[in-house]
Nanobody, 125 residues
Framework: QVQLVESGGGLVQAGGSLRLSCAAS????????MGWFRQAPGKEREFVAG???????YYAASVKGRFTISRDNARNTVDLQMNSLKPEDTAVYSC???????????????????WGQGTQVTVSS
């Protein structure tokens, strides 16, 4: 059974940092693009960052320069380092495993085959 499990969420003050981690089990995703999305209350799911099997990255404009996505194919994990957090970053963050191997279309949730349950990130002002 394939599972993606996120961890590392929590409450942080504006300007602070958090590191999210997503651990995959049940199969390896070393050849798949992995991505992070977020969803705030009353809003649609929003793309945050994606990383290809070879390490190519792609970011939403709202987080570029503040967030860094990385992966460890040997451990089957993908992380999201979030710095300079803002109250508008508050959301449930979920990781996904794409059907693709490149970052092309990685911002579309429709390209993802597996999702984690999400972890809450709350940024206070």
């Amino acid at each position: 059974q394939v599972q993606l499990v996120e961890s590392g969420g929590g409450l942080v003050q504006a300007g602070g940092s958090l590191r999210l981690s997503c651990a995959a089990s049940g199969r390896t995703f070393s050849s798949n693009t992995m991505g992070w999305f977020r969803q705030a209350p009353g809003k649609e799911r929003e793309f945050v960052a994606g990383i290809s099997w070879s390490g190519g990255t792609y970011y939403a404009a709202s987080v570029k320069g503040r967030f860094t996505i990385s992966r460890d194919n040997a451990r089957n994990t993908v992380d999201l380092q979030m710095n300079s957090l803002k109250p508008e970053d508050t959301a449930v963050y979920s990781c996904g495993a794409s059907r693709s191997y490149s970052t092309r279309s990685c911002s579309s949730p429709n390209t993802y085959a597996y999702w984690g349950q999400g972890t809450q990130v709350t940024v206070s002002s």
